[in-house]
């Protein structure tokens, strides 16, 4: 009976605080996977990635904490894909991605920028811009997930992109 009110404790709490609340000890930092690194100025290659990772990663629903196709969260799935289609390990929370890389304008996203939402108080939402106002993440109502940024939701919640100098 403990066990069970310990474990509801933890899952309330996760559920409370948003995505991209794992924390993290240090500055936030990137590692290259040795021999995998991609130039993401290449963004005809790296909208064919991201396509491609959507395909595999399409419909797999949101998970606090998650970091597979059982279940995954906006950062955990920006770090999944960086890691395994780039070769590039950022950090696993939002707070520290958005720490990552140059701030740029609306207007000059490209194919793997960054993008990132104040959907509360606190939370924060990141994803992955593709092409023509779409970026790609993992949604806390529809999973993994193409949205754009135009929609009334994204576009009133919209706080920054990044990008990163890799």
Not at 1 to 27: D, H, Q, Y
Not at 63 to 80: K, T, Y
Request: glycine letters at 10%.
């Amino acid at each position: 009976m403990k066990n069970s009110r310990w474990i509801a404790a933890v899952f309330m709490i996760a559920t409370l605080v948003g995505c991209g609340s794992v924390p993290e000890r240090g500055a936030p930092k990137v590692v290259y996977v040795p021999g995998a690194k991609v130039d993401l100025a290449d963004t005809s290659l790296v909208k064919e990635t991201l396509y491609h990772q959507y395909n595999q990663w399409k419909n797999t629903r949101y998970r606090m904490g998650g970091l597979s196709r059982n279940g995954i969260d906006c950062s955990g799935f920006v770090h999944v894909t960086f890691k395994t289609k780039f070769g590039v390990v950022l950090p696993r929370s939002t707070e520290f991605q958005a720490q990552l890389g140059e701030t740029i304008a609306k207007d000059q996203l490209r194919a793997g920028d960054l993008v990132f939402f104040k959907t509360g108080m606190k939370d924060r939402h990141v994803g992955v811009y593709l092409e023509d106002g779409r970026f790609l993440h993992a949604s806390t109502s529809h999973g993994v997930t193409i949205s754009g940024l135009n929609e009334s939701y994204w576009k009133s919640t919209y706080w920054k992109a990044k990008r990163l100098d890799i």
